[in-house]
Each structure stands twice: as structure tokens, then as C-alpha cells.
């Protein structure tokens, strides 16, 4: 569970551009894996500030997924905890470790079923973060810490959190895949990053609420909609597979919408949860269609990142000579 490193936001210099190394180019090149498995999208109602009873649930539906044959089971944003926590923070904190009573048993249940779960994250200097781990074999595959803590609106993520510093891929006995958290993935940057990281599965975790009206997704509210659009966009786009978790139920009068989906590497939506229910939504994942899409729309072969970096230097280079005049 290494701390994501700040580095990963400072931008070189167009002359100080290097070449990916061998490591990353043949990062790039790996091929997925062969064989089919089963995800499934567990969109829960998390009980604000409880974390046993929150853990309970966990164990529970880790229990009845292992029943449908699912292999990777990814809770929402803050699956732990709910969502509108405020002064909680620090009282539902979990610095991870084998030994927290919390996480223990998160631990042993991913002992032959990887679980995503998110959660208060507490470093050794007392800083909190809203965090998703990927668990498996009873230990922790990766923390992602979430990078974009919203500040407008109904939102006041930032007066309470720390915010994280990067994306990271990271390799799993699935495959490569990459995590975001809810407002991480409504910045398109996110999941270039873990595409361009070697991530063919993106794992998207929200608390996201319902607001706006009108759209023509029946029972959708309008960031529903937008939300289920970008899903099927990145998809589609970067030729991977994309899960979208949410979670459903009210806290401090705002409703949650649900509406967990999966998308295919061809933009096709292949399992999509009720909206305002809790549902466990099984589906098989095939990697085989990573080949095909890839075949067919070969956008990760002509992609050019040095040519994008170039240009970010360039325009962040003039900005900054902008703002000093």
C-alpha cells in the first residue's frame, strides 16, 4: 500500500522528455488475461458513521457473492462510513493494517474473493482521506486515495479531507486495472492516466447524489445521466472495460442514486443496477473482448502521450510566463 508520490503531477519540460522505459513500454505491450471471471457491483446503503454495522454488511455480501460465482466485488465511495460524515472523520478513521479490528476481517473475507472497499483513510501524520483499497489473498493490493474533493455546490468534501496526489495502476491476478473515486472520474485526465498507466479495467467508486431532472434515461436524474454517458464514453474511447459503483439510500436529507453499471470495451453496457435500490449485480467479464475492441479501434497503438506532454509543458509554460508578467 505504497503512499502515491507528489511527483506525479510535476510536468518535465519539453527537453527533458524522455522515453518510456523498458519497463512501461512492455507494460503496454502485455496481454490480458485469458480467462473469464465474474465482477460483481455491490450498490449498498451505507449507515452513516457505523462502521461495524457498514462491516457486517460487507462480510455479508462478500458471503452471497462468493455463492454467484464472483471473483472481484466492488463497493461505492466510502462503503465503510456513508457519505456526509463532516466532524465524524476522524472518529471512523482506519489506519490499515492486519491487526485493526475493522480491516481484519475485510482481509481474511478477500482471502478467495477480491473485495474494493472504500473507506476513511488515516496516515501516520493524522491526515484523513477518502480511500478505495483493492484487497485480495488477504492483503492489500493498492490504495487509491481520492485527488479531486469537491468544493461547490451541496459539496464540502475539501473542509474535512486530505486531497490524494496521483493515479496509479496497479497489476492484479485479473488483469491490470486502475481506481477512481466518484469526482476523479468527472475529470477526463483520470482515466487517460490509468490507460496510458497500463489499466484495461477501470474501477470507478461513488457517492454520488441525486440532483437535476429531465433526462431521457427513464427514472435518471440529470448527473445520473451525464455520468452513465462518460462511463460508456471512456469505454468506448480507451477500449477497456469500465465499472461504475454507486451507492443508493438518503443521509442529512440528500438521496443517493444508484444506478451502478459495467461497460464493455465496445461501449456496451453489460449489467446495470436499479436506480435508489441496494442490488448485487453479477457479470462476466470476458478479457478476450479487450483483443477485439483493440483490433478494431486501435486508439491505445496511435496514441502519442510524448506528443501530449509536449503540449501540456508547452501550455502550462506559457501560462506561468502569463502570470508573471
Avoid at 211 to 219: H, L
Avoid at 233 to 261: C, D, K, M, P, Q
Wanted: aromatic fraction near 10%; charged fraction near 20%; glycine fraction near 8%.
Amino acid at each position: 500500500m505504497p503512499p502515491q508520490s507528489s511527483s506525479a503531477w510535476r510536468c518535465s519540460l519539453p527537453s527533458a522528455v524522455a522515453r518510456p522505459s523498458r519497463t512501461r513500454r512492455h507494460r503496454l505491450r502485455r496481454s490480458p488475461l485469458d480467462s473469464k471471471f465474474t465482477v460483481g457491483l455491490a450498490q449498498t446503503f451505507p449507515r452513516l458513521g457505523d462502521v461495524e454495522a457498514n462491516l457486517q454488511r460487507h462480510l455479508e455480501l462478500a458471503q452471497e457473492a462468493r455463492g454467484l460465482g464472483v471473483n472481484l466485488l466492488i463497493f461505492p465511495e466510502l462503503s465503510l462510513t456513508g457519505y456526509t460524515l463532516r466532524e465524524l472523520v476522524p472518529h471512523v478513521a482506519i489506519r490499515p493494517s492486519p491487526e485493526h479490528p475493522m480491516w481484519k476481517p475485510l482481509l481474511e473475507a478477500s482471502a478467495s474473493l477480491a473485495i474494493v472497499v472504500g473507506f476513511v483513510e488515516e496516515d501516520a501524520r493524522h491526515r484523513f482521506f477518502a480511500s478505495s483499497a483493492f484487497l485480495d489473498g488477504g492483503r492489500v493490493v493498492h490504495v487509491h486515495r481520492k485527488v479531486y474533493l469537491p468544493t461547490y455546490g451541496l459539496f464540502e468534501e475539501g473542509r474535512y479531507l486530505c486531497a490524494g496526489d496521483g493515479f496509479r495502476a496497479f497489476d492484479t491476478r485479473f488483469g491490470r486495472c486502475g481506481m477512481a473515486i466518484c469526482e476523479d472520474a468527472w475529470h477526463i485526465s483520470t482515466p487517460y492516466l490509468l490507460w496510458m498507466d497500463g489499466a484495461d479495467y477501470l474501477i470507478f467508486c461513488s457517492s454520488s447524489p441525486a440532483y437535476g431532472v429531465g433526462t431521457d434515461q427513464e427514472g435518471a436524474t440529470a448527473n445520473a445521466a451525464i455520468v452513465s454517458q462518460f462511463t460508456k464514453t471512456y469505454a468506448t474511447l480507451l477500449t477497456s472495460y469500465a465499472f461504475h459503483v454507486n451507492r443508493v439510500g438518503v443521509e442529512e436529507g440528500i438521496s443517493f442514486w444508484g444506478g451502478s453499471l459495467a461497460v464493455s470495451p465496445r461501449g456496451q453496457v453489460i449489467a446495470h443496477a436499479p436506480y435508489f435500490e441496494e442490488a448485487l449485480i453479477p457479470l462476466e467479464v470476458d478479457p478476450g473482448l479487450l483483443r477485439a475492441a483493440r483490433q478494431r479501434l486501435p486508439l491505445l497503438r496511435d496514441e502519442k502521450p510524448l506528443a501530449v506532454l509536449h503540449e501540456l509543458s508547452r501550455i502550462l509554460s506559457e501560462e506561468r510566463r502569463h502570470d508573471e508578467r
